[in-house]
């Protein structure tokens, strides 16, 4: 176990040796990470999907294309390395308002779970998920970014619970700083057979040290269903009402499967 926890500070400070502040805004991806990872040799694909049906129609920077009324298509590859290691690779697609379509940026990504139930069993787990990100000022005024991402939770007969506090920071010029604090939770209940549902939570806090007030930081809760298809398929669905600094109705889905 002490090898284990050496091993997770040594990743976290290297990852924050490399990175430099400022956070990251597109939402492409609207996901808890828990104890699911490839295996050795093992590929998959997610293929995140959400739109923004109300919420702020002004863009909080001058050229940023805002997400309501807008479609997030985004397909994720990823690859089980062995060793408790996941590399992955988004390619988010937007469609605004306006119905016009392009490649946002590249996203790829390292997840590392060295603590977590085998094939199918229960107990706990806990990693970390390093991401990298290139995506168009349009998108994101800090356009290239990072995050560090910790996983950690519980795996029951019946019952999952996630939950993710993440760090974000930008590069580029103008977006210096500490760090942006996030929190994400999951809990999923497992009802009859295939079907699960539950609920997500999703809070960004703000740079760290300069927090912002409760009433302005977004915030946004998710009722959701997760349904296991035949073939190794599964598909999340969720509705989200955000307060604060979020937008205000969300929908979204994720479909994943082997390939």
């Known amino acids: 176990m002490h090898g284990i926890v050496w091993k997770i500070f040594v990743a976290l400070g290297l990852t924050l040796s490399l990175c430099g502040p400022a956070s990251a805004a597109l939402p492409d991806e609207i996901q808890v990470y828990d104890d699911e990872i490839g295996a050795l040799g093992e590929r998959s694909l997610e293929f995140h999907a959400n ?102 939770g519980w795996r029951g007969e019946h019952w999952l619970v996630a939950v993710n506090p993440a760090l974000g920071w930008g590069f580029t010029r103008g977006n210096g700083g500490a760090p942006d604090l996030s929190l994400a939770v999951k809990v999923l209940r497992t009802l009859s057979g295939p079907v699960k549902a539950g609920a997500e939570y999703y809070v960004g806090y703000g740079r760290i040290g300069q927090f912002l007030p409760s009433a302005e930081r977004s915030r946004t809760g998710y009722g959701i269903v997760e349904l296991a298809l035949p073939r190794e398929i599964t598909l999340s669905l969720g509705v989200g009402r955000g307060w604060g600094g979020a937008d205000r109705w969300t929908v979204k889905s994720m479909l994943s499967t082997g390939f």
Do not use: C, Q
């Open 51 to 152: 739109t923004t049906l109300s919420g702020n129609p002004l863009p909080p920077y001058p050229g940023e294309r805002v997400a309501l009324h807008g479609l997030r298509l985004t397909p994720e590859f990823a690859w089980g390395l062995g060793h408790d290691l996941e590399a992955g690779l988004y390619l988010p697609t937007v469609s605004d308002s306006s119905h016009a379509a392009d490649l946002a940026g590249l996203r790829g990504r390292m997840k590392w779970l060295p603590i977590h139930a085998r094939a199918g069993g229960t107990g706990g787990f806990a990693g970390l998920n390093v991401e990298y990100s290139r995506v168009a000022y349009r998108y994101d005024a800090a356009r290239v970014f990072s995050e560090l991402r910790g996983i950690a």
